[in-house]
């Protein structure tokens, strides 16, 4: 049994998403004490967050980003703020999905199973990819080197991926930025700019220097 964990002040739209995901064979706990997300997450230890943006005290951005320090998991954000601001924010904090409120129950649980299927149902036959003794765990979301591992958040994961799935071959920015949101609707250069210096700053620190390349005015690539 998948177990759920529900960051949402609103306690009517706490009670339908428990009561809906209970019936759907879910175990959903909801957040108790808003100053202390992180220590119940913690203790729960979930496979997947439903998480607000407007919460008491700290909000769910802030949130998003101390449950990504830990874990993993999904992430995914409930919240009558679905302006493509908000939207972007939270996919650039470690977000894997966004439902606007007022949302259909149905949706969400159709929701709540893809993420988790994505995340956990295909990570055993997941492949891994190989460049210049680096390995990329498609599964785990994870890099290695020289017996290292080497943490990745999701969008330098993502930008890892899409390059050493197109090894040898220049990567347009227009590319890297629809595999960041899984759209090209949210589009944003300076985001891009930022999560690929992160990335190669780690990169170089593990001892993989020159491992992306730029191809100024094109894009980037990892070479043969």
Not at 54 to 69: A, D, M, T, V
Not at 120 to 142: I, N
């Amino acid at each position: 049994m998948y177990k759920l964990f529900l960051v949402e002040d609103d306690p009517d739209i706490a009670g339908a998403v428990c009561a809906r995901a209970a019936a759907w064979g879910f175990e959903i706990r909801c957040a108790q004490d808003f100053r202390r997300v992180l220590e119940e997450f913690l203790a729960f230890d979930p496979q997947l967050v439903l998480m607000d943006i407007s919460l008491p005290f700290f909000n769910g951005y802030h949130w998003c980003q101390e449950i990504r320090k830990a874990s993993k998991a999904p992430i995914l954000f409930l919240s009558s703020a679905a302006d493509n601001m908000n939207i972007v924010m939270a996919m650039s904090l470690g977000a894997d999905d966004f439902i606007a409120k007022p949302f259909d129950l149905t949706v969400l649980m159709a929701k709540i199973q893809a993420l988790l299927r994505r995340a956990y149902d295909f990570a055993a036959s997941a492949p891994v990819l190989s460049c210049r003794g680096a390995l990329l765990h498609t599964g785990e979301q994870a890099l290695s080197y020289d017996d290292k591992k080497i943490d990745l958040t999701r969008n330098e994961y993502r930008i890892l991926l899409c390059l050493m799935e197109n090894r040898g071959k220049v990567v347009s920015r227009e590319k890297l930025m629809e595999a960041l949101w899984e759209t090209d609707s949210f589009v944003d250069e300076n985001t891009l700019t930022v999560n690929i210096g992160r990335l190669r700053k780690k990169l170089e620190q593990a001892g993989l220097s020159d491992f992306i390349v730029t191809k100024f005015g094109v894009g980037y690539l990892i070479p043969e």
